[in-house]
C-alpha cells in the first residue's frame, strides 16, 4: 500500500507487519529498567514510608514522631510544613491534602518517613504514633445516597422517541415493564509494578522526576504547584511502566509529589515505591457502580424505553469520577438502539480511596446495565437473549442517545454474523441444551455479547499531541512524543510509523524515554487513543523532516520530488533508475547543505465537542465493534465454573501491529473476565480494604485462560480517518468479557428446569455468587412445581 | 560452616556478610544492582520475582524456581542461584527467552523475568517432552497484560534443551548444602542471628541454647509475615538442610513423609500411590511455592485455611515429633488444639508424617476457591472411606478446612457412614450431622452461609462423582 504525499513518497512497509515489542528484548533478559531499578543506580538514595492511619474517617490530633526520628537511619519525617507551595494534590480540584489533617480513608498517609533503607524507613513508621479521633464514615454507595453525599452535580443524558413528553410516559406506553437493580463490583489495577517515583534536586534547582506515570505533564504540573515553582524547574520522565491500565493516570502524582518535597528539604534522591499491600491500600481503582433500571418492551423483545439511574462510588476525592460517569452515560446503550432512553448518574462520595480511571473508565459498568436489562428482557419472555440482543442493534444511520450518528454501525450486523459462523453458535447451543438436559450437577452456558466503544477523549482538548523527531547527521534517529509506554505497545506502533515516514529501518530509529523536556503540555497516554493521536504527530514530524531531505536526494538521485522515494534506510528514483543511495548519506548531505534535521509534529483530532448542559453533542471521532462467545461449565455444587472456549472478532480498523493489537484484545478480555468473575474487593463494615493483596484479591491466572481461545481481527476494516487505517485497541476489548457474564447467567439458568424469568446473578460473578443464584433457580423451580401441583 | 559467606549469583559470588536474615534474596539482589528480578507482590503469589537455586540431586543436579521473595538471602550461603540476567549469552537470547519474544509474550515487561525463569526451569525438566504443555509450571506466575495465551505458545514451543552450559551444569554434582551460622548487626545495634543446621542433633542444640528462635521450614509462609507484617525474630533457624527431614520411606505399615520434604516432590514422587495427594497438590497454591514449602510448615503454622490438615486428616496421618529428649507419635487429630495453635511442646518440632496403611480405597480432595489454580481455599475437604469387599464403610473420615477455628473432622457424620454402602440415603444421613457439626465465620473469601452450605454439598458431590454416571468422567 502507498501513501503519497506532494513532495516525496512514502511506502508501507513496517506498519502492518507483526513485530514483537519494541522492547522486548530488554523484558525477557530483565535488561529494561523501570523507574524502582533506578534506586541502586543513584547515590545516596533516601527511602521514603508512608505512616498511615488505620481509620477510614478521623481527626487527626497530633503525630508524634520523636521516638521514629530518633532511630539510627531516620533522616527526617516529613510533614506539611516541609511542603514549600500548595500542599494539595488534587488533579481535577483541589481537593486532596497531599498531609491531611482529616483522615479520609483506611490507611491513608498523614506524614512520611525518609530514611537510608527501605527497612529502616518501614520500621521507624511503625513507631510514630497518630493520635486520630475516628469520625463516622461512609462505606457504601447506599449511605452515601441516604445522607446526600455527592462528588459532583448530577450527569443526564435523555432521547425520547417522537412525541413522548417524558421517560415516564415512554415508559407507560410500552407492552411489558420490568425493574432491575446491578450491583458492580470495582477492580484493583494490579499492574506488575507498584507505584513508584524517584526525585533529585539537579544543577541550578532543576528538580528531575522520574514517575511511573502515564501522565507525565500533570506529574510535572503538580509537582511544581507542590514545591511552588514554575513547570520549567521540573522535568518528569516516564521511563516505562510496568502495566498501569489507568492506575497510574491520575495516581502517580502524590507519590512523584512526596519524593519532590523530601528532595528539595534533605537535598538527597528520595525514593518512593508503594508495595503491593500499600499500594492497593492507598491507590483508587474501578468504580464500583450501584445501577437502577426500568426497561419497557414490546412481546418480540424489542426494547422501546429505558429508564436508569447510575450511581459510581467515588471515593474520598473527585479524581476523574466525573469523565468516568459520564463515559458510563455514553456506553450504557452499548450497540442497542433504545427509541427512549434517560440515564443520570451521580458520583457518591465514600471513605475509600478515590477510584480512578481503568480500562473502559466506567464504560464497562454502563454496559454491563445495558446488558443486564436486555438479558432480563428476554429471559421474561423467555426468548433466547442472542436473538433478543440483534434484534435491537443500532444500525446504518441510527443516531445514540446523546445524538451522534454511529458510524460504521453495519460492523455489528457483520461481526455479529461471522463470529457466530466461525464458533459454530447454532450448532454448539443446541449440544449445550443437550449436555444440560443429559446432567444434573453440571450445566453449560454459552453467550455471545457485542461491544461497540467510543474512541477519544470526552473532554476535548485533551485530544492533542505532540512528537519531537531529531535525526543525527550519521542517520540514525530519535523519537520523541508525548505518549507513555506501560506495555500496550504504544512505542512499538510508534516506532513503525516512524520507520515508514522516514523510509528507513526500525534499527536505524531509537525511541526515547518519554520525558516533559522533549514535548511539553502532553496529555495522558488514556483514552486508547495513544497511538491515534501521537501517531498522527510522529507522521507529521517525520514527514516534515523526509520532506526537507527530499530536495537533496532529489539532486543526487537526479529527479523530480515526487519521484524521490524513502524504503528500507535506501532513497531512490520511483522509476527504479539510477543508484540506491544510504538514507544516512542523504542525511549527512542534508546536514552540510545547511538542512534542519529536526522538526516537531502535532495532531489534534478534529469536529470533537459535547454540550453537557443539552446532553447532546459529537464526544467520539468514531466507534471500535467486536463481540465474543464464551461457554462456561458450572459445578452445581460449589458454583465453580471454568472456561471452555471464548471466540473473539474484534475491529481494530487496519491493524498497524497485529501483534501487538492481538495481545491488546487477548489481554483486555482477560483482564475484563477477572473483573467480571472472580476478582472481588471486599471493604469491611468500617472502611478497610480486606483484599489488600495477591493472596487475597485473585487476578486471573493461567487457568482462567479459556481451554480454547479463538481471536480474529475483523479484515476490511480500514477507517480512513485515523492513522494508517487503524483503530484504538487498547480498552474496547475489556468488554468482550461480558459473554462470560452472560455464559454463566446462561448456566445458572439450566439448573431450574427450564423455567422462565430473570436470573439475579451478583458482579463480579464469583463462585459464590454463582452458587447462590443456583439455589435461586432451583428454589424458584421448585415453587412452580409445588404450585402445578 | 563458612567464614566468609557468600551466594553465586549467575556464577559470580556476592558477599552476604552482615545482610540481616529477614532480608529476602529479592531485595538483595536488586540492592546490588541486579534489578532483572521484580517485587510484584511479596507473598510469593505472582512469581515476578522467580528465580533458580540449583538443587542436589544425587550425583546430579536439578534447577528448582522459587520466590526469591520468600527465600532469605542468607539462607542460600554457598548456593548457586540464577537470574533472568544469567541466561542471554551475550548478545544471543537463551531459547526460553527467544520463544517469549517470538510469540509476544512480554507487553509490560514487568512479570516477564518471572516466567522467563519458570520457562527456564520447565526447558531443562526431567522427562519433558517437547511440545507437550504442562501448565503448573508457570501456573505461579501473574501476568496482568497478555492473557496467558502467548506465554503459553511460549511454553508450547520450547525445544528439547541442546548441551549448553546448563545442561551441562545438571550432569554435574551439587554438594548438600553446608551448616551456617550468621550474625547481623542491625542500624539500631541490635543482632539477628541465623543459623542452618544439617542435622537434628545440631538443630536440637541450637533450640537449647537459642529457645527464643524462630524455625523456618520452606519459609513461604514466615517470610509473607516478615514482608507483609514486618514481623522480626532475634534468631531465625533454617530447616531446609537437615538430611533427617527430608527423607521418604514407606514399608508395610506405613509410608512416612520427612516434615522438610517440598511439597512437589511429594506430589512427583507420591501422587499416584496417595490419590489424594495427586489431587491435593496441584490446588495447594503454586508450583513455585511447593518448590519450597512443606508439609511440617503447613501443619505447624496450624491455620484452618491449611490446605494439606484436610487431606491429612482423611488418611488418619499420625505425626513423628521429636526434640532433644527424642521422638512421639501424635495422631493428627490431636494435634490442633485452638486457632493457630498446637499441641507441640517448646523445643520440639514436626519431624515426620506417617500415613498408615491400609489406604483407604476411596479418597478425595475438594478445594472450593475464587480461582482454581493458586489460591487459598474458602473450605477444602479430605473425604476417606475405607470399605470391605461389600461395599460397606467400616471406617470414614470427613475432615475440613475453613469452616472453624482449626482443620477438623466431623466425627458424627462419620460415625453415622460406618457400617453402611455409600449410597444416596447415607449422604442424607450424613447431611442431618454435617449441617451442624461447624460454625463457620465470614470473611473475604466467603461468607458463613456459603461455607456452611459447601460442608454438604462438598459430600453430595463426592457421591454424585462416585455415582456409576459420573459426570466427572465425561
Same mark, same amino acid.
Given at each position: 500500500?502507498?501513501?503519497s504525499?506532494?513532495?516525496?513518497?512514502?511506502?508501507?512497509k513496517?506498519?502492518?507487519?507483526?513485530?514483537?515489542?519494541?522492547?522486548?528484548?530488554?523484558?525477557?533478559?530483565?535488561?529494561?529498567?523501570?523507574?524502582?531499578?533506578?534506586?541502586?543506580?543513584?547515590?545516596?538514595v533516601?527511602?521514603?514510608?508512608?505512616v498511615?492511619?488505620?481509620?477510614?474517617?478521623?481527626?487527626?490530633?497530633?503525630?508524634?514522631?520523636?521516638?521514629?526520628?530518633?532511630?539510627?537511619?531516620?533522616?527526617?519525617?516529613?510533614?506539611?510544613?516541609?511542603?514549600?507551595?500548595?500542599g494539595?494534590?488534587?488533579?481535577a480540584?483541589?481537593d486532596?491534602?497531599l498531609f491531611?489533617?482529616?483522615?479520609?480513608?483506611h490507611?491513608?498517609?498523614?506524614?512520611?518517613?525518609?530514611?537510608?533503607?527501605?527497612?529502616?524507613?518501614?520500621?521507624?513508621?511503625?513507631?510514630?504514633?497518630?493520635?486520630?479521633?475516628?469520625?463516622?464514615p461512609?462505606?457504601?454507595?447506599?449511605?452515601?445516597?441516604?445522607?446526600?453525599?455527592?462528588?459532583?452535580?448530577?450527569?443526564?443524558?435523555?432521547r425520547?422517541?417522537?412525541?413522548?413528553?417524558?421517560?415516564?410516559?415512554?415508559?407507560?406506553?410500552?407492552?411489558?415493564?420490568?425493574?432491575?437493580?446491578?450491583?458492580?463490583?470495582?477492580?484493583?489495577?494490579?499492574?506488575?509494578?507498584?507505584?513508584?517515583?524517584?526525585?533529585?534536586?539537579?544543577?541550578?534547582?532543576?528538580?528531575?522526576?522520574?514517575?511511573?506515570?502515564?501522565?507525565?505533564t500533570?506529574? $510535572?504540573?503538580?509537582? +511544581? !504547584?507542590v %514545591?511552588?515553582v514554575?513547570?520549567?524547574?521540573?522535568?518528569?520522565? @516516564? *521511563? #516505562?511502566?510496568? /502495566?498501569?491500565?489507568?492506575?497510574?493516570?491520575?495516581?502517580?502524582?502524590?507519590?512523584?509529589?512526596?519524593?519532590?518535597?523530601?528532595?528539595?528539604?534533605?537535598?538527597?534522591?528520595?525514593?518512593?515505591r508503594?508495595?503491593?499491600?500499600r499500594?492497593m491500600?492507598?491507590?483508587?481503582?474501578?468504580?464500583?457502580?450501584?445501577?437502577?433500571?426500568e426497561?419497557?418492551?414490546?412481546?418480540?423483545?424489542?426494547?422501546?424505553?429505558?429508564?436508569?439511574?447510575?450511581?459510581?462510588?467515588g471515593?474520598?476525592?473527585?479524581?476523574?469520577? $466525573?469523565?468516568?460517569? +459520564? !463515559?458510563? %452515560?455514553?456506553?450504557?446503550?452499548?450497540?442497542?438502539?433504545?427509541? @427512549? *432512553? #434517560?440515564?443520570? /448518574?451521580?458520583?457518591?462520595?465514600?471513605n475509600?480511596?478515590?477510584?480512578t480511571?481503568?480500562?473502559?473508565?466506567?464504560?464497562?459498568?454502563?454496559?454491563?446495565?445495558?446488558?443486564?436489562?436486555?438479558?432480563?428482557?428476554?429471559?421474561?419472555?423467555?426468548?433466547?437473549p442472542?436473538?433478543?440482543?440483534?434484534?435491537?442493534?443500532?444500525t446504518?444511520?441510527?443516531?445514540?442517545?446523546?445524538?451522534?450518528?454511529?458510524?460504521?454501525?453495519?460492523?455489528?450486523?457483520?461481526?455479529?454474523?461471522?463470529?457466530?459462523?466461525?464458533?459454530?453458535?447454532?450448532?454448539?447451543?443446541?449440544?449445550?441444551?443437550?449436555?444440560?438436559?443429559?446432567?444434573?450437577?453440571?450445566? #453449560?452456558?454459552?453467550?455471545?455479547?457485542?461491544?461497540?466503544?467510543?474512541?477519544?477523549?470526552t473532554?476535548?482538548?485533551?485530544?492533542?499531541?505532540?512528537?519531537l523527531?531529531l535525526?543525527?547527521?550519521?542517520?540514525?534517529?530519535?523519537?520523541?512524543?508525548?505518549?507513555?509506554?506501560?506495555?500496550?505497545?504504544?512505542?512499538?506502533?510508534?516506532?513503525?510509523?516512524?520507520?515508514?515516514?522516514?523510509?528507513?529501518?526500525?534499527?536505524t530509529?531509537?525511541?526515547?524515554?518519554?520525558?516533559?523536556?522533549?514535548?511539553?503540555?502532553?496529555?495522558?497516554?488514556?483514552a486508547?487513543?495513544?497511538?491515534?493521536?501521537?501517531?498522527?504527530?510522529?507522521?507529521?514530524?517525520?514527514t516534515?523532516? #523526509?520532506?526537507?531531505?527530499?530536495?537533496?536526494a532529489?539532486?543526487?538521485?537526479?529527479?523530480?520530488?515526487?519521484?524521490?522515494v524513502?524504503e528500507?534506510?535506501?532513497?531512490?528514483?520511483?522509476?527504479?533508475?539510477?543508484?540506491?543511495?544510504?538514507f544516512?548519506q542523504?542525511?549527512?548531505?542534508?546536514?552540510?547543505?545547511?538542512?534542519?534535521?529536526?522538526?516537531?509534529?502535532?495532531?489534534?483530532?478534529?469536529?470533537?465537542?459535547?454540550?453537557e448542559e443539552?446532553?447532546?453533542?459529537?464526544?467520539?471521532?468514531?466507534?471500535?465493534?467486536?463481540?465474543?462467545?464464551?461457554?462456561v461449565?458450572?459445578?452445581?455444587f460449589?458454583?465453580?465454573?471454568?472456561?471452555?472456549?471464548t471466540?473473539?472478532l474484534?475491529?481494530?480498523g487496519?491493524?498497524?501491529?497485529?501483534?501487538?493489537?492481538?495481545?491488546?484484545?487477548?489481554?483486555?478480555?482477560?483482564q475484563?473476565?477477572g473483573?467480571?468473575?472472580?476478582?472481588?474487593?471486599?471493604?469491611?463494615?468500617?472502611g478497610?480494604?480486606?483484599?489488600?493483596?495477591?493472596?487475597?484479591?485473585?487476578?486471573?491466572?493461567?487457568?482462567?485462560l479459556?481451554?480454547?481461545?479463538?481471536?480474529d481481527?475483523?479484515?476490511?476494516a480500514?477507517?480512513?480517518?485515523?492513522?494508517?487505517?487503524?483503530?484504538?485497541?487498547?480498552?474496547?476489548?475489556?468488554?468482550?468479557?461480558?459473554?462470560?457474564?452472560?455464559?454463566?447467567?446462561?448456566a445458572?439458568?439450566?439448573?431450574?428446569?427450564?423455567g422462565?424469568?430473570?436470573v439475579?446473578?451478583?458482579?463480579?460473578?464469583?463462585?459464590?455468587?454463582?452458587?447462590?443464584?443456583?439455589?435461586?433457580?432451583?428454589?424458584?423451580?421448585n415453587e412452580?412445581l409445588?404450585?402445578?401441583? | 560452616?563458612?567464614?566468609?559467606?557468600?551466594i553465586?549469583?549467575?556464577?559470580?559470588p556476592i558477599?552476604?556478610?552482615?545482610?540481616?536474615?529477614?532480608?529476602?534474596?529479592?531485595?538483595?539482589?536488586?540492592?546490588?544492582?541486579?534489578?532483572?528480578?521484580?517485587?510484584g507482590?511479596?507473598?510469593?503469589?505472582c512469581?515476578?520475582?522467580?528465580?533458580?537455586?540449583?538443587?542436589p540431586?544425587?550425583?546430579?543436579?536439578?534447577?528448582?524456581?522459587?520466590?526469591?521473595c520468600?527465600?532469605?538471602?542468607?539462607?542460600?550461603?554457598?548456593r548457586?542461584?540464577?537470574?533472568?540476567?544469567?541466561?542471554?549469552e551475550?548478545?544471543?537470547?537463551?531459547?526460553?527467552?527467544?520463544?517469549?519474544?517470538?510469540?509476544?509474550?512480554?507487553?509490560?515487561?514487568?512479570?516477564?523475568?518471572?516466567f522467563?525463569m519458570?520457562?527456564?526451569?520447565?526447558?531443562y525438566?526431567?522427562g519433558?517432552?517437547?511440545?507437550?504443555?504442562?501448565?503448573?509450571?508457570?501456573?505461579?506466575n501473574?501476568?496482568?497484560?497478555?492473557?496467558?495465551?502467548?506465554?503459553?505458545?511460549?511454553?508450547?514451543?520450547?525445544?528439547?534443551p541442546?548441551?549448553?552450559?546448563?545442561?551441562?551444569?545438571l550432569?554435574?554434582?551439587?554438594?548438600?548444602?553446608?551448616?551456617?551460622?550468621?550474625?547481623a548487626?542491625?542500624e539500631?545495634?541490635s543482632?539477628?542471628?541465623?543459623?542452618?543446621?544439617?542435622?537434628?542433633?545440631?538443630?536440637?542444640?541450637?533450640?537449647?541454647?537459642?529457645?527464643?528462635?524462630?524455625?523456618?521450614?520452606?519459609?513461604?509462609?514466615?517470610?509473607?509475615e516478615?514482608?507483609?507484617?514486618?514481623?522480626?525474630?532475634?534468631?531465625?533457624?533454617?530447616?531446609?538442610s537437615?538430611?533427617?527431614l527430608?527423607g521418604?520411606?514407606e514399608?508395610d505399615?506405613?509410608?512416612?513423609?520427612g516434615a522438610?520434604?517440598?511439597?512437589?516432590?511429594?506430589?512427583?514422587?507420591?501422587?499416584?500411590?496417595?490419590?489424594?495427594?495427586?489431587?491435593l497438590?496441584?490446588?495447594?497454591?503454586?508450583?513455585?511455592?511447593?518448590?519450597?514449602?512443606?508439609?511440617?510448615?503447613?501443619?505447624?503454622?496450624?491455620?484452618?485455611?491449611?490446605?494439606?490438615?484436610?487431606?491429612l486428616?482423611?488418611?488418619?496421618?499420625?505425626?513423628?515429633?521429636?526434640?532433644a529428649?527424642?521422638?512421639?507419635?501424635?495422631?493428627?487429630?490431636?494435634?490442633?488444639?485452638?486457632?493457630r495453635?498446637t499441641?507441640?511442646?517448646?523445643?520440639?518440632?514436626?519431624?515426620?508424617v506417617?500415613?498408615?496403611?491400609?489406604?483407604?480405597?476411596?479418597q478425595?480432595?475438594?478445594?472450593?476457591?475464587?480461582?482454581?489454580?493458586?489460591?487459598?481455599?474458602?473450605?477444602?475437604?479430605?473425604?476417606a472411606?475405607?470399605?470391605?469387599?461389600?461395599?460397606?464403610?467400616?471406617?470414614?473420615?470427613l475432615?475440613?478446612g475453613?469452616?472453624?477455628?482449626?482443620?477438623?473432622?466431623?466425627?458424627a457424620?462419620?460415625?453415622?457412614?460406618e457400617?453402611?454402602?455409600?449410597?444416596?440415603?447415607?449422604v442424607?444421613?450424613?447431611?442431618?450431622?454435617?449441617?451442624?457439626?461447624?460454625?463457620?465465620?465470614?470473611?473475604?473469601?466467603?461468607?458463613?452461609?456459603?461455607?456452611?452450605?459447601?460442608?454438604?454439598?462438598?459430600?453430595?458431590?463426592l457421591?454424585?462423582?462416585?455415582?456409576?454416571?459420573?459426570?466427572?468422567?465425561?
Open positions: 500500500m502507498t501513501d504525499t506532494q513532495r516525496s513518497t512514502e511506502r508501507r513496517h506498519v502492518g507487519r507483526a513485530i514483537s515489542h519494541e522492547s522486548a528484548r530488554g523484558h525477557v533478559t530483565g535488561e529494561a529498567l523501570y523507574t524502582d531499578d533506578l534506586v541502586p543506580r543513584t547515590k545516596d533516601l527511602h521514603a514510608w508512608p498511615s492511619v488505620p481509620h477510614a474517617h478521623a481527626r487527626v490530633r497530633r503525630v508524634d514522631f520523636e521516638k521514629a526520628a530518633q532511630r539510627p537511619g531516620v533522616v527526617t519525617v516529613l510533614t506539611a510544613e516541609d511542603v514549600p507551595g500548595v494539595n494534590v488534587g488533579a480540584r483541589q486532596e491534602p491531611p489533617e482529616i483522615v479520609e480513608y490507611g491513608q498517609a498523614v506524614a512520611w518517613v525518609l530514611a537510608e533503607s527501605e527497612a529502616i524507613a518501614r520500621r521507624a513508621a511503625l513507631e510514630v504514633v497518630v493520635d486520630a479521633e475516628p469520625l463516622d461512609i462505606v457504601t454507595i447506599e449511605q452515601a445516597i441516604e445522607r446526600d453525599a455527592f462528588l459532583a452535580h448530577e450527569l443526564k443524558i435523555e425520547l422517541q417522537d412525541g413522548r413528553d417524558d421517560i415516564e410516559a415512554a415508559l407507560a406506553a410500552c407492552p411489558h415493564r420490568s425493574r432491575g437493580e446491578v450491583q458492580i463490583g470495582g477492580q484493583e489495577h494490579f499492574y506488575l509494578e507498584a507505584q513508584a517515583a524517584l526525585v533529585y534536586v539537579d544543577e541550578g534547582d532543576q528538580v528531575m522526576v522520574h514517575a511511573s506515570t502515564q501522565h507525565p500533570e506529574t $510535572q504540573l503538580i509537582v +511544581a !504547584r %514545591l511552588g514554575p513547570s520549567h524547574a521540573v522535568t518528569c520522565q @516516564s *521511563l #516505562r511502566m510496568g /502495566g498501569a491500565f489507568g492506575g497510574k493516570e491520575v495516581q502517580a502524582n502524590t507519590w512523584a509529589c512526596v519524593a519532590a518535597v523530601g528532595a528539595v528539604k534533605t537535598g538527597r534522591p528520595v525514593r518512593v508503594l508495595d503491593r499491600q499500594d491500600a492507598l491507590t483508587g481503582k474501578r468504580h464500583p457502580f450501584l445501577g437502577r433500571y426497561v419497557g418492551y414490546d412481546d418480540e423483545g424489542r426494547i422501546l424505553a429505558l429508564n436508569a439511574e447510575l450511581f459510581s462510588d471515593g474520598w476525592s473527585l479524581d476523574l469520577s $466525573q469523565p468516568v460517569l +459520564a !463515559r458510563a %452515560l455514553f456506553h450504557i446503550d452499548n450497540c442497542y438502539d433504545f427509541p @427512549s *432512553l #434517560r440515564v443520570t /448518574g451521580r458520583v457518591c462520595k465514600t475509600k480511596t478515590s477510584q480511571a481503568f480500562r473502559g473508565f466506567g464504560g464497562p459498568q454502563g454496559m454491563v446495565v445495558g446488558e443486564d436489562a436486555l438479558e432480563r428482557v428476554a429471559r421474561v419472555l423467555g426468548l433466547p442472542h436473538e433478543v440482543r440483534r434484534k435491537n442493534f443500532y446504518e444511520g441510527s443516531e445514540t442517545h446523546y445524538g451522534q450518528e454511529v458510524k460504521d454501525a453495519d460492523r455489528i450486523e457483520r461481526i455479529w454474523t461471522t463470529l457466530g459462523e466461525s464458533a459454530d453458535l447454532e450448532r454448539r447451543l443446541a449440544e449445550v441444551e443437550a449436555f444440560n438436559e443429559a446432567h444434573d450437577h453440571t450445566k #453449560r452456558g454459552i453467550a455471545i455479547t457485542p461491544v461497540k466503544f467510543g474512541i477519544s477523549f473532554t476535548a482538548f485533551f485530544n492533542q499531541a505532540g512528537a523527531v535525526l543525527y547527521a550519521d542517520g540514525s534517529v530519535q523519537v520523541s512524543h508525548g505518549g507513555t509506554e506501560m506495555g500496550q505497545g504504544l512505542h512499538t506502533k510508534m516506532l513503525q510509523v516512524a520507520a515508514d515516514a522516514l523510509g528507513v529501518d526500525l534499527e530509529i531509537r525511541m526515547m524515554p518519554t520525558r516533559t523536556d522533549k514535548v511539553p503540555n502532553t496529555s495522558a497516554t488514556a486508547s487513543s495513544g497511538s491515534d493521536l501521537n501517531g498522527q504527530a510522529v507522521r507529521d514530524a517525520c516534515a523532516i #523526509r520532506d526537507r531531505l527530499a530536495p537533496v532529489a539532486e543526487a538521485l537526479e529527479c523530480d520530488l515526487e519521484d524521490v524513502f528500507g534506510g535506501e532513497v531512490y528514483r520511483a522509476d527504479g533508475k539510477g543508484e540506491r543511495i544510504a544516512g542523504i542525511a549527512k548531505a542534508a546536514y552540510l547543505a545547511r538542512v534542519p534535521l529536526f522538526a516537531t509534529g502535532y495532531y489534534r483530532t478534529p469536529n470533537i465537542h459535547f454540550d443539552a446532553g447532546r453533542g459529537h464526544p467520539f471521532h468514531y466507534y471500535a465493534y467486536g463481540a465474543a462467545v464464551t461457554e461449565e458450572v459445578d452445581g460449589t458454583g465453580q465454573y471454568t472456561f471452555r472456549r471466540d473473539i474484534h475491529d481494530v487496519d491493524s498497524m501491529s497485529p501483534k501487538v493489537d492481538l495481545g491488546q484484545v487477548e489481554g483486555g478480555f482477560l475484563g473476565l473483573w467480571l468473575t472472580r476478582e472481588e474487593l471486599v471493604w469491611t463494615g468500617d478497610r480494604l480486606a483484599t489488600r493483596g495477591a493472596s487475597t484479591y485473585k487476578l486471573p491466572s493461567l487457568g482462567e479459556p481451554e480454547e481461545f479463538h481471536v481481527l475483523l479484515p476490511k480500514a477507517d480512513p480517518t485515523v492513522i494508517h487505517g487503524s483503530k484504538a485497541v487498547g480498552e474496547p476489548p475489556f468488554m468482550l468479557a461480558m459473554s462470560a457474564r452472560e455464559a454463566l447467567r446462561a445458572v439458568a439450566a439448573f431450574g428446569e427450564g422462565r424469568g430473570a439475579e446473578l451478583g458482579c463480579p460473578a464469583t463462585p459464590e455468587a454463582v452458587y447462590w443464584a443456583i439455589e435461586a433457580r432451583r428454589e424458584a423451580a412452580a409445588a404450585a402445578e401441583e | 560452616m563458612s567464614s566468609e559467606p557468600t553465586l549469583v549467575d556464577g559470580r558477599s552476604l556478610a552482615s545482610v540481616d536474615p529477614h532480608q529476602p534474596l529479592l531485595h538483595f539482589l536488586r540492592e546490588r544492582g541486579l534489578t532483572g528480578t521484580k517485587e507482590c511479596a507473598e510469593g503469589e512469581g515476578a520475582c522467580a528465580v533458580v537455586v540449583v538443587t540431586e544425587g550425583e546430579s543436579s536439578r534447577f528448582v524456581t522459587v520466590n526469591s520468600l527465600v532469605p538471602a542468607v539462607g542460600l550461603a554457598g548457586e542461584v540464577i537470574t533472568v540476567q544469567g541466561l542471554a551475550g548478545e544471543a537470547l537463551h531459547p526460553v527467552q527467544a520463544a517469549m519474544v517470538e510469540t509476544g509474550g512480554s507487553q509490560c515487561g514487568y512479570c516477564t523475568p518471572g522467563v519458570s520457562l527456564f526451569a520447565e526447558h525438566r526431567e519433558r517432552v517437547p511440545g507437550e504443555v504442562w501448565d503448573e509450571a508457570i501456573g505461579g501473574l501476568c496482568r497484560c497478555t492473557g496467558y495465551r502467548p506465554i503459553k505458545d511460549a511454553l508450547a514451543s520450547l525445544p528439547a541442546g548441551d549448553d552450559r546448563h545442561k551441562r551444569r550432569a554435574q554434582v551439587t554438594p548438600a548444602p553446608a551448616a551456617v551460622q550468621h550474625v548487626t542491625l539500631d545495634g543482632e539477628v542471628r541465623f543459623h542452618r543446621p544439617t542435622t537434628l542433633e545440631a538443630l536440637f542444640a541450637i533450640l537449647a541454647a537459642e529457645p527464643e528462635a524462630k524455625l523456618v521450614g520452606g519459609g513461604t509462609d514466615v517470610f509473607v516478615v514482608n507483609q507484617l514486618d514481623r522480626r525474630w532475634p534468631v531465625l533457624v533454617s530447616l531446609d537437615i538430611a533427617e527430608r521418604i520411606r514399608d505399615a506405613a509410608l512416612t513423609i522438610g520434604v517440598p511439597l512437589s516432590r511429594i506430589e512427583d514422587e507420591l501422587g499416584e500411590t496417595v490419590p489424594m495427594f495427586g489431587e497438590f496441584p490446588l495447594f497454591s503454586s508450583r513455585l511455592i511447593r518448590n519450597r514449602a512443606t508439609l511440617g510448615g503447613n501443619l505447624v503454622n496450624a491455620s484452618p485455611i491449611g490446605d494439606s490438615p484436610p487431606a486428616l482423611a488418611l488418619d496421618a499420625v505425626l513423628v515429633l521429636a526434640s529428649e527424642g521422638t512421639r507419635e501424635l495422631p493428627l487429630s490431636e494435634f490442633f488444639l485452638d486457632y495453635k499441641a507441640l511442646a517448646a523445643g520440639e518440632i514436626v519431624a515426620a506417617k500415613v498408615p496403611k491400609p489406604f483407604p480405597d476411596v478425595r480432595f475438594y478445594k472450593v476457591s475464587k480461582r482454581i489454580m493458586d489460591d487459598i481455599s474458602t473450605v477444602a475437604a479430605g473425604f472411606f475405607w470399605r470391605d469387599a461389600d461395599g460397606v464403610i467400616t471406617k470414614a473420615r475432615a475440613y475453613g469452616v472453624a477455628a482449626t482443620p477438623a473432622r466431623a466425627t457424620a462419620e460415625d453415622v457412614l457400617g453402611h454402602p455409600f449410597d444416596a440415603m447415607a442424607v444421613r450424613a447431611s442431618t450431622h454435617l449441617g451442624t457439626a461447624f460454625t463457620p465465620m465470614t470473611d473475604h473469601r466467603g461468607s458463613a452461609r456459603y461455607r456452611e452450605a459447601m460442608v454438604t454439598r462438598l459430600l453430595e458431590k457421591h454424585a462423582d462416585l455415582s456409576p454416571r459420573s459426570e466427572a468422567a465425561e
